[in-house]
Protein backbone atom coordinates (compact mmCIF):
# COMPACT_ATOMS: atom_id res chain seq x y z
CA UNK A 1 0.00 0.00 0.00
CA UNK A 2 1.92 3.41 -1.01
CA UNK A 3 2.22 5.97 1.43
CA UNK A 4 -1.06 8.14 -0.14
CA UNK A 5 -3.42 5.17 -0.29
CA UNK A 6 -2.31 4.97 3.82
CA UNK A 7 -3.23 8.38 4.17
CA UNK A 8 -6.72 8.21 2.76
CA UNK A 9 -7.27 4.98 4.67
CA UNK A 10 -6.52 6.64 7.77
CA UNK A 11 -8.19 9.78 6.75
CA UNK A 12 -11.44 8.44 6.70
CA UNK A 13 -11.05 6.02 9.22
CA UNK A 14 -10.29 9.10 11.60
CA UNK A 15 -13.62 10.90 10.76
CA UNK A 16 -15.13 7.50 11.30
CA UNK A 17 -14.01 7.28 14.90
CA UNK A 18 -14.66 10.70 15.67
CA UNK A 19 -18.21 10.16 14.42
CA UNK A 20 -18.74 6.81 16.50
CA UNK A 21 -16.91 8.19 19.88
CA UNK A 22 -19.54 11.40 19.77
CA UNK A 23 -22.37 9.80 18.25
CA UNK A 24 -22.43 6.39 20.15
CA UNK A 25 -19.61 6.10 22.70
CA UNK A 26 -20.35 9.30 24.75
CA UNK A 27 -23.72 9.17 24.90
CA UNK A 28 -23.88 5.56 25.95
CA UNK A 29 -21.08 6.56 28.60
CA UNK A 30 -23.10 9.41 29.96
CA UNK A 31 -26.81 8.93 29.28
CA UNK A 32 -26.48 4.84 30.18
CA UNK A 33 -22.99 4.93 32.31
CA UNK A 34 -21.38 2.49 30.35
CA UNK A 35 -17.81 4.13 29.72
CA UNK A 36 -16.29 1.06 28.06
CA UNK A 37 -17.05 1.14 24.19
CA UNK A 38 -15.37 5.21 25.07
CA UNK A 39 -12.09 3.48 26.42
CA UNK A 40 -12.19 1.72 23.08
CA UNK A 41 -13.10 3.77 20.94
CA UNK A 42 -11.57 6.91 22.02
CA UNK A 43 -7.89 4.72 22.10
CA UNK A 44 -8.28 3.56 18.29
CA UNK A 45 -9.23 7.27 17.74
CA UNK A 46 -6.07 9.06 19.89
CA UNK A 47 -4.27 6.80 16.97
CA UNK A 48 -6.12 7.78 14.15
CA UNK A 49 -5.83 11.13 15.06
CA UNK A 50 -1.76 10.99 15.57
CA UNK A 51 -1.48 9.40 12.49
CA UNK A 52 -3.33 11.87 10.54
CA UNK A 53 -1.20 14.99 11.67
CA UNK A 54 1.91 12.87 10.90
CA UNK A 55 0.46 12.10 7.25
CA UNK A 56 -0.54 15.68 7.22
CA UNK A 57 2.50 17.05 8.03
CA UNK A 58 4.64 14.55 5.62
CA UNK A 59 2.34 15.36 2.68
CA UNK A 60 2.14 19.18 3.27
CA UNK A 61 5.63 19.05 2.30
CA UNK A 62 5.64 16.24 -0.52
CA UNK A 63 2.82 18.13 -1.88
CA UNK A 64 3.98 21.35 -1.25
CA UNK A 65 0.55 22.67 0.27
CA UNK A 66 0.01 26.23 0.96
CA UNK A 67 -0.21 27.34 4.58
CA UNK A 68 -3.63 27.84 3.85
CA UNK A 69 -4.58 24.29 2.73
CA UNK A 70 -2.19 22.55 5.22
CA UNK A 71 -4.18 24.50 8.23
CA UNK A 72 -7.52 23.77 6.42
CA UNK A 73 -6.64 19.99 6.66
CA UNK A 74 -4.90 19.94 10.04
CA UNK A 75 -8.30 21.65 11.29
CA UNK A 76 -10.72 19.51 9.69
CA UNK A 77 -9.76 16.88 12.03
CA UNK A 78 -11.43 18.53 14.43
CA UNK A 79 -14.80 18.96 12.98
CA UNK A 80 -17.32 16.11 12.47
CA UNK A 81 -16.86 14.78 8.90
CA UNK A 82 -14.15 17.29 8.11
CA UNK A 83 -11.73 14.27 7.16
CA UNK A 84 -14.34 13.07 4.53
CA UNK A 85 -14.29 16.98 3.18
CA UNK A 86 -10.37 16.65 2.91
CA UNK A 87 -10.38 13.20 1.37
CA UNK A 88 -12.33 14.83 -1.46
CA UNK A 89 -11.01 18.00 -2.23
CA UNK A 90 -7.41 17.93 -1.31
CA UNK A 91 -5.94 13.74 -0.99
CA UNK A 92 -8.55 12.16 -4.18
CA UNK A 93 -6.70 14.62 -6.51
CA UNK A 94 -3.36 13.98 -5.79
CA UNK A 95 -1.57 11.60 -8.21
CA UNK A 96 -0.27 8.72 -6.85
Do not use: Q
Request: positive net charge; charged residues 20%.
Amino acid sequence: MNSLKLFRFTSISEGISLLLLFGIAMPLKYIFEKPLLVEIVGMAHGILFIAYVLFTCVFKFKENWKIKDFLIIIFSSLVPFGTFYVDKKYLAKIKA
